[in-house]
């Protein structure tokens, strides 16, 4: 199969996690006798430099003429001077999410037994930890009106009914594959916008007598993740609720390294990027763990192109690497990022 898809490495460790990917994916088509089409593009800060300008329009159009993107992380400290849409992060990512209609953002947090003692937690509240997290990604405070007055600074929060329906009937689908039970995250107790969220998800759980549902604030729920964080299947929440949660969610997992997502529109564009960001503080250094990355691209490959053997050999070698602690120093290893993608692409299919 020809594997035709777009590159954006981004900023930061983005081209770094990218390179170990891109290596894993060579591995891949090798052992599998795949060919590697790769449409790469600058987006963020790095296409700010190049370009004058966060998304660039060929960009986008790659990313809509492939429907499947794997995207490094964008933004850093040489642009945080910038302002709105001129950011890496206002004026590249976000628009690319939004202009794609990717509203499905799904984020997984089951620790690998192996890295049980890289995290700050104790095994005993770790052990059978199986969550996903889906986070809804077009709407909110995030794409709301944003501004300043005489008085301060406002950005309003909005969700129509029809953005709440859809995110909620994919986290409702996704809990029917798995253990049947959806947690809503809100803040009805303060929020219009949380108390419509209830509402709607509510109604629309009507449709699933088969899915268990409970309904939780966001303060709360930021506990219960690290105190009982195995009572939880699917996760249903909104923006910022969601990219706040699934941070905390990474230290179940070892290292904010480790967490790899996807980004789904109603068919089947996908755009598939690590939870983390652009990690200025070790860029350049070789210490960013790629796996997030690795497993985005397995994630591509499962989602965008139905290579279900391929993504799977892919999360194996890893698997193996972090057994054998051929990993980064995050995880307690002495590799390099290139070293460890190395080592997960000599070990595909293997
Ligand atoms: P971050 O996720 O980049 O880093 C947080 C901490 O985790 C840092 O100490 C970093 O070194 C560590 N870390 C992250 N990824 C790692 C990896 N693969 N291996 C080892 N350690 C890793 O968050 P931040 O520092 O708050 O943000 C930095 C920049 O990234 C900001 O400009 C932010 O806007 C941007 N960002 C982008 C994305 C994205 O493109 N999807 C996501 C989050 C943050
Ligand atoms: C993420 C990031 C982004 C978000 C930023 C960079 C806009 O933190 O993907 O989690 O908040 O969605
Ligand atoms: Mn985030």
């Known amino acids: 199969m020809n594997i035709h898809f777009t590159y954006l490495p981004g900023d930061g460790i983005g081209p770094e996690i990218g390179l170990a990917a891109l290596q894993v994916l060579n591995a891949m088509a090798n ?50 001077h910038l302002k709105g849409a001129d950011r890496p992060e206002l004026g590249g990512l976000l628009p690319l999410r939004q202009k794609l209609d990717l509203f499905a953002n799904i984020r997984p947090a089951k620790p690998f037994a192996t890295l049980i003692n890289s995290s700050p937690l104790k095994s005993e509240i770790l052990n059978g930890v199986d969550f996903v997290v889906v986070r809804e990604l077009t709407g909110g405070i995030y794409f709301g009106n944003k501004g300043r007055d005489n008085l301060g600074a406002y ?24 253990r049947k039970k959806v947690t809503s995250v809100d803040k009805s107790n ?40 195995r009572d939880f299947d699917v996760i249903l929440t909104e923006n ?28 089947n564009v996908g755009l598939y990027e690590p939870i983390h960001g652009s990690a200025p503080d070790i860029a350049g250094t070789g210490k960013a763990n790629p796996t997030a990355m690795i497993l985005s691209a397995a994630w591509m490959l499962r989602t965008s ?46």
């Open 155 to 178: 950005d309003e929060c909005r969700y129509s009914q029809a953005e709440i329906e859809r995110i909620t009937v994919t986290a409702f689908e996704l809990a029917r594959t798995r």
């Open 31 to 80: 052992v599998f006798g795949h060919t590697l089409d790769i449409e790469e593009h600058l987006i963020g800060g790095a296409a700010i430099d190049k370009r004058g300008t966060p998304l660039p329009d060929d960009t986008l159009a790659s990313a809509k003429h492939t429907g499947a993107i794997l995207l490094g992380a964008v933004g850093g400290p040489k642009w945080d």
């Open 240 to 267: 910022m609720f969601g990219d706040i949660l699934t941070d905390e969610a990474s230290v179940l997992c070892g290292s904010m390294g480790v967490i790899p997502s996807a980004s789904l529109d109603a068919d």
């Open 305 to 350: 192109f139905g290579l279900e053997p391929e993504a799977v050999a892919i999360e194996q070698a890893v698997e193996q690497a972090l057994e054998a602690g051929q990993v980064t120093g995050d995880l307690g290893g002495s590799l390099s990022t290139d070293q460890m993608g190395k080592w997960v692409a000599d070990h595909v299919g293997r």
């Open 190 to 229: 303060v929020l219009e916008t949380s108390r419509l969220w209830r509402e709607v998800v509510s109604r629309v759980a009507g449709d699933y007598p088969d899915v268990e549902l409970e309904h939780t604030l966001v303060d709360a729920m930021a506990m219960h993740m690290l105190t009982r964080p």
